[in-house]
């Protein structure tokens, strides 16, 4: 078997894998704390968002090769066993019946991703109104501080 035919291997398991804890996520019997990282880990696959942009040279990549991998493990070793079976399954069952789709969670994702976008753009206006503020006090304090030295022919000291 070739690298290459090794690694479209690991790139079916890992869909297999995301797909099942997708399903995992959904089931009553995984404790909350496991159902959190499930989500985080496929919502963070599956976004067209990464941590680090992919065209960044080298480092764009080991995100992808790195966190994804390493949520998948730590979130599989958080869910039962006997829940992580059934979901596995039902999940080859599912990606050889046809490509899932779930059109809520895509929402779910692009409207959390809207939403941190508008966040940063408030905070960003917020920073900058405070800025522009602060500049124009200053701009008009010193132009008054000018024009009154110049209106008694003093000049502006700087001690």
Known sequence: MGVLERLKGW???LKTELYALYLAYRNPRVPWYAR????????YAFSPIDLI?????ILGYLDDLIIVPVGIWLAIKLIP??????????ARHEIQKGKPTNWV????????WFLLAVLICAILMRVLRRYETWWLRKEIYS???HKSLDARGGSVSHN
């Open 11 to 13: 790139a079916r398991s």
């Open 36 to 43: 959190i990282l499930a989500v985080c880990v496929v919502g």
């Open 53 to 57: 942009p992919d065209p960044i040279p």
């Open 81 to 90: 066993r006997d829940v992580l079976v059934e979901c596995r399954e039902r």
């Open 105 to 112: 969670a895509a929402g779910v994702i692009i409207g959390i």
């Open 143 to 145: 132009s008054a501080r």
